[in-house]
């Protein structure tokens, strides 16, 4: 059976490009498509689909307040958006999506993130892994850490930006690893840029403080969904990216 998708956007080159892409597509169907907010709603109870693709900014009615008024029951939502601001991610999420992209972004990509939202929770005891690494490598990682230093405040322009990203990689590769955060974690993102482990520490401790001057910390705490921090105090290095690793670990599980 066909993966029933419903599309909402005021994009008439993305419905071309997605209408043209899941016609020949064998596991997937464009169900209703619709450019305003306000049919959207009625074609949603109508067609019931499994994923709703949705973008934020329409006529009469924006995405955010077509999340707050349908029945998300049995229905995934991916948001795909060319809003980027952390504020943004954090209501969309907040709202109900599964997952948020930013465009633009091309059919197999969009294609890639439905399997994924669509993917069985859980599998067969002898199929688990020992860790949900392997499970997490199937998957987009980089944007899914992008996603997180979006709502936290980390820009990308800063080296630490890069340094922590690979860090939280190797975390959820080896959880263990943060345990020995200065003899081989540090050591290996080093060896990744061609840096030394004291200037990543360093990058790194500055990229949480950026994030923090810039008074992130409630959408830090409703990231992970309790009162974590507070503007008074920072987490070490090795804390923040334990804390992000466990939260993408927990998730895939």
Known sequence: MKTRIMLVDDSKELISAL?????????????????????????????????????????????????????????????????SQDAFVTKAMSLGADYYMRKPANPDTVKKRISELLAPSSAPESDKPAKSAAHLKTRSLEEKITNIFITVGIPAHIKGYQFLREAIKL????????????????????????TSPSKVERAIRHAIEVAWNRGKIENINSLFGVRVYNHNEKPTNGEFIALVADKMLLESV
Not at 182 to 194: G, H, I, N, R, S
């Open 171 to 194: 975390a959820i590769d080896n959880p263990d690893i943060i345990n020995s955060i200065t003899k081989k974690l540090y050591p290996e993102v080093a060896e990744k840029f061609d």
């Open 19 to 83: 209408k043209a892409y899941f016609t020949s597509d064998d596991s997937m169907e464009l169900v209703a498509v619709s450019t305003d907010g306000v049919k959207a709603l009625e074609l949603f109870d109508s067609v019931r689909p499994d994923v709703l693709i949705l973008d934020l900014v329409m006529p009469n009615i924006d995405g955010f307040e077509v999340m707050e008024r349908i029945d998300k029951r049995d229905c995934k939502i991916l948001v795909l958006s060319a809003l």
